[in-house]
């Protein structure tokens, strides 16, 4: 159980007195000096009587030592008034002049005065003195030792209740342990062990029960000498009080001898008045003192009431205690009685684990006797194991030998069985090629793909005419002047075809230039249909021209070492219908198309560039040159529109080391001029004249394509500078694949329908192969060479440069190949392992 601690106001009991002459040497002692805070505990120490005893002594001997100097003080001023009186009427009866008794009694006068001051500022030096010792004391006595020891008790009946808390929680702990235990633990000694617990703890609690009231015994005694001491010092100070009565009645002589003196000196009735004024403030003080001993017996009462209920906290806490005891012995009955009961129970188990015991241990021997002819089986065949273990690395050399030999004899079969697999697979891959270019053959020489070019930001807005056939990828639908229209071509790409997507579909006719064959892909449609983006792409997303030949490259790696192969590129632009070397040193000299002179009838460029590439740094360094030297220029329906046509004609020879066989195949990669009317585009001058001839050259392509579809007996290629160029493209049984880009933009759904009908009719086209093709068909069938017919040349020899790009021209650049001696000039290669992967067209 806690009280809330109560805390009285201190005030002062005692006075101090200076010792000088003067009645304003009284000086009031301040409060804090021997203020003391009463805190309300449980029971009070045996140490606070002695200490309260100490201090009530302590302030008797201030009083007796204050009064001492008090009654000293008044009898100096006594003598002094006495020897005053008596100067007085000596200086009265003299009776001198009344000028010469005021000069001889101001110097008297004066120093009365300079005597008096000096003693009121010696007593301030004193009670300045005094109050900062008080001061001090205050600091070092802190709390009394009454408080300080009923702290200690209040603490020390926490720590009491914290015991008995943790002895029944101990009991019920160890009760806890008992249950859990008992078939395992000793319990009569564990119960004993906590009787005698129980016996110490009440030992204990009575102890400090005995304690408690010595404490509050000595508390009484100690409250009744306080008392005592303060009943005493009562009594002391009321004697002063009459003491300073009795001073009360001194002033008048003072002030009866005064006006003797007054009359004659101003000073002196000032020093008087400063007396009377000083004797009035020490009858204030003394008011004060008295207000401080009543606070100082109403701090004593309020102790009183303090003990009185520190004495009934003592009683609760005596019957808490009887309660607890009670408890205590009832709790103690409780575990003796579980106790017993537990031990009844951990006996009666223990008895059937013994018999259980007792069973499993007959089980256990009858296991022995019958385990112990298994054992000597163990041990026999123990000792047969060991015998063989011995014998072990014999007959493992012995099996590692019959084991090479039967490997040995496998690899021989093996290694036999593979030689037939590769020729085999050589044979079947001859026979792959020949049924993929058969197939290539007969779905048309001239394949035609067509690509959706996407709708700009700034054409978001417009309605797209065009639409596909979800099930159908070669089929296109376009919407013009409300009638709907079908187009059937080989395959068509939506807009958000991809570049990879496109050219994974022409690939297959890339890799056919590396066994000798003629191939051609070129784009065609209007102005700002994406043709040139399809051929060459972005730097980050490059198009057919630059992937075309990174697939050369990574097929031309497979088929290493038993080939050796060489890529050779030449850049030719046709505008105005005239020929430019791309790569030349002088872009604007002006080349022709010649026939070979060798009488081979190939088609040769006397002058044109080649230069040979090794990697995709010098793809890309050529193609800056190339791009430097073309013309464009700005029209109505492009920004920068192609001028002129632009081909890029890539030659692959190839050597076979092991055969001595030669093939060259050919590449050309055409990006063709825009398609454009005059009038919509808004040409004017050179740039009308340009238009003039693009539209020739591509109406020139049209004939030519309308001849090779009506199979006539004349096709005419020589009409336009770009049919000659692509002679060898649209004859015989060279490859090609025309690439036609729409536009879906409603604007351009006239040039969107001409360029799909020539598409149309393109693809109808059907070549037709020469006699010496055939009968070099024929040879493949027959040959034993696993690549395509392979091609000597029969033109003047070419010199290709290597990069960094050092132009050299040649003679004569060969241009066609379609004109071959029928003695069987390509031959076939015997030792191609690694072919590229092709893929057959859909």
Known sequence: ??????????????????DGEDEGSFLSLPTAAFSHRLSLTAEPTETSAPSQQLLIQALQDKVCDFQARLRSEQLSRHLLLQQQSVQEEACLQTSPPHGVRLL??????????????????????????????????????????????????LVENQLLKQELKSSRSSE???????????????????????????????????????????????????????????????????????????????PPRVKYVAPAVGGESADSRRAVAELQMKNAGLQEQLCVQKQLLREKEVQLQESQRSCAQLRTQVLVY???????????????????????????????????????VHQNLAGVRMNLLTLQPALRTLTCDYNCLKRQVQEFPFMLDKAISEAKQEICHVISEVSSTNQELLHKYKREMNLRKKCHNELVRLKGNIRVFCRVRPVSLVEQDSVTMLSFDSEDDAVLYLSNKGKMMTFDLDKVFPPRATQEEVFQEVQSLVTSCIDGFNVCIFAYGQTGSGKTFTMEGAVDNPGINQRALRLLFSEVTDKAPDWDYRISVSMVEIYNETLRNLLGENPSDKLDIKMNPDGSGQLYVPGLTQITVQSPEDINRVFELGHMN?????????????????????????????????????????????????????????????????????????????????????????????????????????KTLMMVQVSPLPGNMSESVCSLKFAQRVRSVELMSSSSSSRRHEYSSTSSSPTHDSVELDSPPVTPVPLPISRASSAGSTLSSASRTPSGSRRRSQSQLSTGRLKLTA
């Open 318 to 356: 005596e019957g808490e205690m009887e309660r607890a005891r009670g408890q205590l012995e009832v709790e103690m009955q409780h575990l003796e009685e579980e106790k017993n009961r537990v031990i009844e129970e951990a006996f009666i188990r223990a008895e059937s684990e013994m018999k259980a």
């Open 630 to 734: 073309r013309a464009t220029a700005c029209t109505n329906l492009n920004e920068h529109s192609s001028r002129s046509h632009a081909l890029l004609i890539i030659t692959v020879s190839g050597f076979n080391s092991a055969t001595g066989n030669h093939t060259q195949g050919k590449l050309n990669l055409v990006d063709l001029a825009g398609s454009e009317r005059i009038g919509k585009s808004g040409a004017e001058g050179s740039r009308l004249r340009e238009a003039q001839c693009i539209n020739k050259s591509l109406s020139a392509l049209g004939d030519v394509i309308n001849a090779l579809r009506g199979r006539h007996a004349h096709v005419p290629f020589r009409n336009s500078r770009l049919t000659y160029l692509l002679q060898d493209s649209l004859s015989g049984d060279s």
């Open 1 to 18: 159980m806690e009280l809330h601690s109560v805390r009285p106001a201190a005030s002062s009991v005692d006075f101090l007195m200076s």
């Open 172 to 250: 019920l702990h160890s009760h806890d342990a008992a249950v859990g235990s008992c078939s395992h633990c000793p319990l009569r000694q564990d119960a004993e062990a906590r009787q005698r617990e129980q016996r110490l703890e009440e030992r204990d609690l009575q102890e400090k029960s005995s304690r408690g009231e010595n404490l509050r015994r000595q508390q009484e005694g100690g409250r009744r000498r306080q008392e005592e001491a303060q009943k005493e010092l009562h009594l002391r100070l009321q004697e002063c009080e009459e003491e300073l009565g009795g001073r009360a009645v001194t």
């Open 104 to 153: 001889s009694r101001c110097p008297a006068e004066e120093q009365l005065v300079t005597r008096l001051r000096t003693q009121v500022e010696q007593l301030e030096e004193k009670l300045s003195n005094q109050t900062q010792e008080v001061e001090r004391l205050h600091c070092e006595l802190g709390a009394t030792d009454l408080e300080k020891q009923l702290e200690l008790l």
